[in-house]
């Protein structure tokens, strides 16, 4: 055999016979050991959620046919509200699968030890087909970074990360209630209301942050009683969403709507956030509004329904500026 072609064959199984070895005593046969699930459902299929945290409760569902989800009334005698979806985002995919952090034991000899009797927090997921699913979560471990939890019907003692359980518990004593948009208020330049041919617009002074009604001589306003109406500006609340496309803006006064809001605010440049405040409902208890489309948000074509309650302050704005005494 040729001498070269010889060399070139050991130097091949030299290299197969050690990459052999290098796998055969770095590759293990057990296989890798992954975080179990607490339990697994498809997003998709949630259509109901309850919630209770230390004594806070709030329920969340949506019809089947529907993406919209609401927040039942949280008293008797108050109203079903959308949720905000900037804020609900991704909640059923959190609650679809939550990877646990590992397996404590088989059995729990002590559920109080653990916060889990009673538990700190109750939670029913509810699917399409009508099966539940219940686990409770208890305080969180000695090092704070998770937080113990069983699945009810289950006697194995589980851990999950304290960020996953803190976001599952806010659900509970801060639901995300619906909101025509949300905006930072110390972003806010300009507020300006068209209602009629009149205009009302409210301007920030350089330097100070003090609001002033503008005009040929600009009047100071209230700084306690305007910060609390920019608050009221800058998170809207809505109480229904009426329709996802508006049919036809005339019927509900949004063609020429009797008074428009303006907001300037500073982000990347001058962007402008418009909502528009029609007519009143049939049942005399709330306005339809609408956010403009081209925004500063994305497009918004929604008609929805906002109570007096809520709407009436925002439009005593355009007429009635609280001004510094």
């Known amino acids: 055999m040729n001498l070269r072609l010889s060399i070139l064959l050991v130097v091949v199984l030299v290299i197969f016979g050690g990459t052999f070895?290098?796998?055969?005593?770095?590759?293990?046969?057990?296989?890798?050991?992954?975080?179990?699930?607490?339990?697994?459902?498809?997003?998709?299929?949630?259509?109901?959620?309850?919630?209770?945290?230390?004594g806070n409760s709030v329920t969340y569902y949506r019809s089947p046919a529907s993406l919209d989800w609401y927040i039942a009334g949280l008293s008797e005698g108050t109203a079903d509200t959308?949720?905000?979806?900037?804020?609900?985002?991704?909640?059923?995919?959190?609650?679809?699968?939550?990877?646990?952090?590992?397996?404590?034991?088989?059995?729990?000899?002590?559920?109080?030890?653990?916060?889990?009797?009673?538990?700190?927090?109750?939670?029913?997921?509810?699917?399409?087909?009508?099966?539940?699913?219940?686990?409770?979560?208890?305080i969180p471990t000695p090092d704070k970074e998770n937080q113990y939890a069983r699945l009810v019907g289950d006697d194995t003692l589980f851990t999950v990360p304290i960020e996953w359980a803190q976001v599952v518990n806010n659900l509970a004593i801060d639901p995300?209630?619906?909101?025509?948009?949300?905006?930072?208020?110390?972003?806010?330049?300009?507020?300006?209301?068209?209602?009629?041919?009149?205009?009302?617009?409210?301007?920030?002074?350089?330097?100070?942050?003090?609001?002033?009604?503008?005009?040929?001589?600009?009047?100071?306003?209230?700084?306690?009683?305007?910060?609390?109406?920019?608050?009221?500006?800058?998170?809207?609340?809505?109480?229904?969403?009426?329709?996802?496309?508006i049919d036809d803006p005339t019927k509900y006064g949004?063609?020429?709507?009797?008074?428009?809001v303006v907001v300037i605010v500073r982000r990347d440049g001058e962007h402008a956030i418009e909502f528009h405040i029609g007519d009143q409902t049939p049942d005399g208890k709330s306005r339809y509004v609408s956010v403009a489309q081209g925004s500063l948000l994305s497009e918004d074509p929604n008609l929805y329904a906002v109570l007096n309650s809520r709407i009436d302050p925002i439009l005593a704005l355009a007429t009635d500026p609280v001004l510094a005494e």
């Open 254 to 260: 949004l063609t020429e709507p009797d008074v428009t």
């Open 82 to 138: 959308p949720v905000f979806q900037e804020r609900w985002g991704g909640t059923p995919l959190l609650l679809s699968g939550p990877r646990v952090t590992r397996p404590l034991a088989d059995i729990i000899e002590t559920p109080a030890e653990f916060g889990l009797e009673p538990p700190e927090t109750e939670v029913t997921v509810h699917d399409r087909y009508g099966n539940k699913i219940k686990f409770h979560m208890g």
């Open 21 to 54: 070895l290098v796998l055969r005593f770095t590759d293990s046969n057990e296989p890798k050991s992954t975080s179990p699930w607490l339990y697994r459902i498809d997003e998709g299929d949630i259509i109901g959620l309850e919630l209770v945290y230390q």
């Open 176 to 245: 995300p209630f619906g909101r025509l948009f949300r905006i930072d208020p110390r972003s806010a330049l300009i507020v300006q209301f068209f209602h009629g041919e009149e205009q009302t617009r409210y301007v920030i002074e350089d330097g100070t942050g003090r609001w002033f009604l503008d005009g040929e001589t600009p009047q100071l306003l209230d700084a306690s009683a305007w910060a609390e109406s920019l608050m009221m500006i800058s998170s809207p609340r809505l109480d229904q969403i009426l329709a996802h496309n």
